[in-house]
């Protein structure tokens, strides 16, 4: 077996098309928008038996301050993506547990190879939930994180869908429908780019802050089936707003945020909407991202959804443990946020 970058967009994309690991932030494009946008050195590595390519992984570097770093996928607050990491074949998932194991070790072990040849300093690595198994890591001196999303199945009548919610979120969308709200897609990036600032502006140096309008303008331009933009109205008043990823089946609400203008109880009735119309167009699952954030959690629940487990890995040697101690350092202290900002 070898590990070899690809540059061929068509074999890239085909593989991840067919694959059920691959989601729509491994497309080529939407790995060379990222790079684009943040300034990340983007490699494309595919993972061969003799000829045949069996796994995929796009890694992403950075040198800053002498140090090097190496993220799947880039650091949050650039990119706001959830997962990334490697892509099995879409014949992994109908081998034997030893041939699975026999092909994850030699996958991972290359991906180490490499990493040693960049000589990182620093490793972080966040795989979708269905790439389960990530124990060469842990026994390679990986830090393993679990974290959690929250799927929904569409697969199911709607009045199954309906009845699983709780009393309460049923109450506030029967409610929402007497106030005459709508919900319109839309192309406005900078309207959601400026509302989305103003909403989140007591939550630090977030994505809408540090992110150019135009990463998510080539995004929909890349993408226009994929990446939906969805207001939600009163009258003519934009009080909410959110962005989805939809591919293969999957609805992902991204990006957004139910209620941009406080004091309306818009946010079940806005949910709600997006899922109904997201079933109606054939999607089977969808994906309320961000159950680890402990103020949403709660709301996110309402809508009687699967609690999903997924990982996420990182390595640092003395100088990423000394640049991370430094980071956490900057971070406690806010007269040197300009600091931070420079650094990350």
């Given amino acids: 077996m070898s590990i070899k970058e690809i540059d061929d967009k068509a074999l890239w994309d085909k593989f991840i098309d067919n694959s059920q690991y691959g989601m729509l932030f491994h497309k080529w494009d939407f790995l060379k928008i990222i790079e684009k946008h943040t300034g990340y050195s983007l490699r494309t590595f595919g993972f061969y038996k003799k000829d045949e390519l069996f796994a995929v992984m796009p890694m992403f570097y950075i040198r800053s301050k002498g140090v090097r770093m190496a993220f799947s996928p880039p650091q949050g607050t650039l990119v706001y993506i959830p997962y990334m990491g490697l892509v099995m074949s879409e014949k992994f998932g109908g081998f034997k ?17 490499e990493l040693k040849k960049y000589r990182s300093d620093f490793t972080s690595i966040t795989f979708e939930p269905e790439m389960n198994d990530v124990r060469q890591f842990m026994w390679n001196g990986y830090d393993v994180e679990l974290r959690y999303t929250y799927i929904i199945d569409l697969d199911r009548p709607l009045e199954a869908i309906w009845d699983s919610l709780n009393n309460s979120c049923r109450q506030h969308i029967k409610a929402g429908e007497s106030h005459g709200f709508s919900v319109k897609p839309s192309t406005d990036v900078d309207l959601f780019i400026r509302i989305m600032a103003e909403s989140l502006k007591d939550q630090g140096n977030t994505f809408f802050k540090r992110q150019s309008p135009e990463y998510l303008k080539d995004l929909f331009s890349a993408f226009p089936e994929n990446v ?16 989805n990823c939809e591919y293969k089946d999957l609805s992902m609400g991204w ?11 818009s946010n079940e009735y806005f949910n709600w909407e997006i899922i109904k119309q997201t079933k109606a167009r054939g999607f089977k699952r969808f994906e309320n991202w961000g159950a680890d954030m402990k ?9 009687n959804p699967e609690l999903v487990p997924y990982y996420h890995v990182r390595k640092k040697n003395t100088v990423g443990k000394i640049s991370e101690w430094g980071y956490g350092v900057i971070s406690s202290q806010p007269y040197l946020n300009f600091i931070k900002d420079l650094i990350t």
Avoid: W
């Fill in 228 to 243: 939906r933009m969805y207001f939600l109205y009163l009258e003519n008043e934009v009080v909410g707003a959110t962005v």
């Fill in 97 to 113: 547990q030893q041939k699975k194991e026999s092909f994850l070790d030699i996958a991972y072990a290359d991906i180490e190879e």
């Fill in 255 to 265: 990006l957004g945020d139910p209620a941009v203008k406080r004091g309306i109880s």
């Fill in 295 to 303: 103020r949403l959690n709660m709301f996110k629940t309402k809508f």
